[in-house]
């Protein structure tokens, strides 16, 4: 599922990524590849902006504006449901997510 089109803040500073690949274990959504020993975002309209990735880099490498709006709902719809598409938020768009 694309959740929006060229929307998500996430960044990546391949200057400070080391190739750890620890963000693609934790993204729930396989928004990045390891691709000549440095992150790659492949994905960027996955991205529904958890936090995890920029959370979970220990190189500083990834900044993303997490725990605003519909990708929040998203991760509470997950967390509370097991489905990131029976989000909560009651947005006006009646369970966009
Ligand atoms: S966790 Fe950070 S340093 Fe590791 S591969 Fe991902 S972006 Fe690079
Ligand atoms: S913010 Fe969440 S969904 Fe987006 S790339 Fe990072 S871990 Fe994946």
């Given at each position: 599922m694309v959740y929006m089109k060229n929307v998500s803040t996430l960044k990546l500073d391949k200057d400070l990524c080391?190739?750890?690949g620890r963000c693609t274990e934790v993204c729930p959504r396989e928004v990045f590849t390891i691709e000549n020993r440095k992150a790659s975002?492949?994905?960027?309209?996955?991205?529904?902006?958890?936090?995890a990735c920029m959370n979970n880099c220990a190189f500083k490498a990834l900044n993303v504006k997490s725990g605003v709006g519909c990708a929040a709902a998203m991760v509470k719809g997950l967390l509370k449901y097991?489905?990131?598409?029976?989000?909560?938020?009651?947005?006006e768009n009646g369970g966009c997510c």
């Open positions: 080391t190739g750890c975002i492949t994905n960027l309209d996955n991205c529904l902006e958890c936090g097991g489905d990131m598409d029976k989000g909560t938020c009651g947005c």
